[in-house]
């Protein structure tokens, strides 16, 4: 069976789960989750890297790296990016990787701003609102979506 290689990205404030508000985002730290969604990925036969910047332009870095270095799948938790950045749109444009767009909170239930998103129509999937389990749904659909 042929390994996976997903690349998964947390964008701003995400380094601070688990003490951020934890009725919105949850208890869990950042590092928690992905340990978890390490786990699946061995069960899944897949391969995670990672990585979560509060800086716009090292997350843009990071994807444009993706390009050549055998990433197959990117899951991106985007936080504010989502509603604010069209750099990132065009990043993901430019190298035309399949991307899941992530969030913790069900961003439709919250506030106006929250429900634009410019990058929601341009991802393979968008999961919001199933908390920290919806990082190993991402990677379920990842791999489904590269397999299939």
Do not use: W
Not at 12 to 31: F, H, S
Not at 34 to 63: F, G, H, P, T, W
Request: proline share 3%; charged share 25%; glycine share 6%.
């Amino acid at each position: 069976m042929t390994t996976n290689k997903i690349l998964i990205i947390n964008g701003p404030n995400l380094n601070l789960l688990g003490k951020r508000e934890p009725d919105i985002y949850g208890a869990k730290t950042l590092a928690q989750i992905i340990a978890d969604v390490r786990v699946k990925a061995d069960e899944l036969n897949a391969e995670i890297d990672d990585m979560q910047s509060n800086s716009e332009s090292e997350i843009i870095e990071r994807i444009h790296q993706a390009m050549d270095d055998g990433t197959e799948c990117i899951i991106i938790n985007p936080g504010a990016f989502t509603h604010t950045s069209i750099a990132l749109r065009d990043a993901f444009l430019s190298i035309s990787k399949p991307f899941i767009e992530i969030h913790l909170s069900n961003v439709f239930a919250r506030e106006a701003f929250r429900q634009r998103s410019f990058l929601s129509d341009i991802a393979v999937a968008v999961i919001a609102g199933a908390g920290a389990h919806g990082y190993e749904l991402a990677l379920q659909a990842a791999i489904r979506h590269l397999r299939d």
